[in-house]
């Protein structure tokens, strides 16, 4: 079975300074990863996704990420955050084999704070 | 509509009584799954259905936590006999395909935010 753990439960940066999230995940093949964002009172929203092909994927609102196999990583980066930024946010790995429950099985998240 | 929707955004219930979660998700999107995110903690699988089949629901904590999705659009996830410890946000999710396994992103709602008393 998958699993994901996001070592840091909170991380607080400085606005304008750069940003790194960290995410393992534990997966017997090549997953499919994802970072989701959840704003207080809102839903999850995805950031960006990896399927194959280019290890560094870009995602919405200046946010990539770098998949490093040898390491199992999928970490979360921004180059300068913005009060905005602040929110709880999530890793996923999804099954590539789309039997079962091919759903996404999440980390227990980052809350991130952003420092004026 | 435009994304998934979930009602009520806030069930207060005492201990002992059923509520039922509805999901109405984005329109066309074949597969619905729920989850349940504890304070602190991310989604936690709970079930999910391809259209009006559900495939897979061992993510159910026990018996009184039962599905439907009777005509493969809107679900509604019944808790009976609640117990505070099913006090949680409980997040409905639908994606487009299922062609792709795990790879098509799932698209979540607000959530229900259910407290038992």
């Known amino acids: 079975a998958q699993s994901v753990t996001q070592p840091d439960i909170h991380i607080t940066v400085s606005e304008g300074a750069s940003l790194e999230l960290r995410c393992n995940y534990s997966y017997g093949a090549t997953p499919y990863l994802f970072w989701y964002v959840q704003s207080p009172g809102q839903g999850l929203q995805l950031l960006l996704k990896y399927f194959s092909g280019d290890t560094l994927v870009q995602g919405i609102k200046g946010f990539e990420a770098e998949f490093k196999r040898s390491q199992s990583s999928f970490n979360l980066r921004k180059p300068s955050v913005h009060w905005s930024d602040a929110a709880e946010y999530f890793c996923?790995?999804?099954?590539?084999?789309?039997?079962?429950?091919?759903?996404?099985?999440f980390g227990k998240g980052t809350h991130l704070i952003i420092q004026p | 509509g435009a994304g998934v929707s979930q009602s009520p955004r806030y069930k207060v219930t005492k201990r002992g009584q059923d509520v039922a979660l509805r999901c109405d998700p984005i329109?066309?999107?074949?597969?619905l799954y729920w989850y349940r995110q504890a304070l602190g903690q991310g989604p936690e699988f709970l079930t999910y259905f391809n259209y009006e089949a559900q495939q897979d629901k061992s993510g159910l904590p026990n018996d009184r936590f039962s599905a439907e999705r009777p005509e493969g659009s809107i679900s509604t996830l019944t808790i009976q006999r609640t117990e505070q410890r099913d006090s949680a946000m409980y997040r409905c999710?639908?994606?487009?395909?299922?062609?792709?396994?795990?790879?098509?992103?799932?698209?979540f709602g607000n959530g229900t935010r259910l407290t038992v008393t």
């Open positions: 999710a639908s994606r487009l395909s299922t062609g792709q396994g795990g790879g098509s992103p799932l698209h």
């Open positions: 996923a790995v999804g099954a590539k084999s789309g039997g079962g429950a091919d759903g996404l099985t």
């Open positions: 329109s066309g999107h074949v597969s």
